[in-house]
T-cell receptor, first 114, second 112 residues
């Protein structure tokens, strides 16, 4: 079974631009979560989608948004990029809930904002 | 204010000895705890979990201990192997599967 895939793997943007990251979950998984990892902060939860609906949300500004498609693929968008948005963005999928089922993480997208 | 803390950013252990990674949490509503391992350039991989109704869970070389009164959990790896060298994240979740909160991670180095 193919794992969680994320595209692109690396991205360089400048301040003020916007970016869209993509995540394809493991086949059959319906829950997709997004995390931001920065040095010293660990993984910070952004949001979780299930059946095309945002089910949980972390404490991030409205510049961070996401969506999920009917095939469970998910995209995350960050608008008006700031230098502090430079991070590794990780996507994780689980069968129905990250608590009830094991979360499987993708390799991440490394975003650099200049 | 970090709800999940891993106060040791790094730990070095000799191969064959025990590795003990510690994690403290502040939110008493957390009732499900997990450990993840992360190698460079890869996403975290689930290792082991424990529910608050238990105080110990074992899986092969990995054992997680939970002390609810102290709001503390620990991961024991026995015996430690060089392949265990990675960053270990502790994570916690509330009863209704609310947001997972991760700690900042501890880098474990197992020396041959």
């Amino acid at each position: 079974k193919a794992g969680v895939t994320q595209t692109p793997r690396y991205l360089i943007k400048t301040r003020g631009q916007q970016v869209t990251l993509s995540c394809s979950p493991i086949s059959g998984h319906r829950s997709v979560s997004w995390y931001q990892q920065t040095p010293g902060q660990g993984l910070q939860f952004l949001f979780e989608y299930f059946s095309e609906t945002q089910r949980n949300k972390g404490n991030f500004p409205g510049r961070f948004s996401g969506r999920q498609f009917s095939n469970s693929r998910s995209e995350m968008n960050v608008s008006t990029l700031e230098l502090g948005d430079s991070a590794l963005y990780l996507c994780a999928s689980s069968l129905s809930s990250p608590k009830m089922d094991t979360q499987y993480f993708g390799p991440g997208t490394r975003l650099t904002v200049l | 204010d970090q709800q999940v803390k891993q106060n040791s950013p790094s730990l070095s252990v000799q191969e064959g000895r025990i590795s003990i990674l510690n994690c403290d949490y502040t939110n008493s509503m957390f009732d499900y705890f997990l450990w993840y391992k992360k190698y460079p350039a890869e996403g975290p991989t689930f290792l082991i979990s424990i529910s608050s109704i238990k105080d110990k869970n074992e899986d092969g070389r990995f054992t997680v201990f939970l002390n609810k009164s102290a709001k503390h959990l620990s991961l024991h790896i026995v015996p430690s192997q060089p392949g265990d060298s990675a960053v270990y994240f502790c994570a916690a979740s509330g009863h209704y599967g609310q947001n997972f909160v991760f700690g900042p991670g501890t880098r474990l180095s197992v020396l041959p």
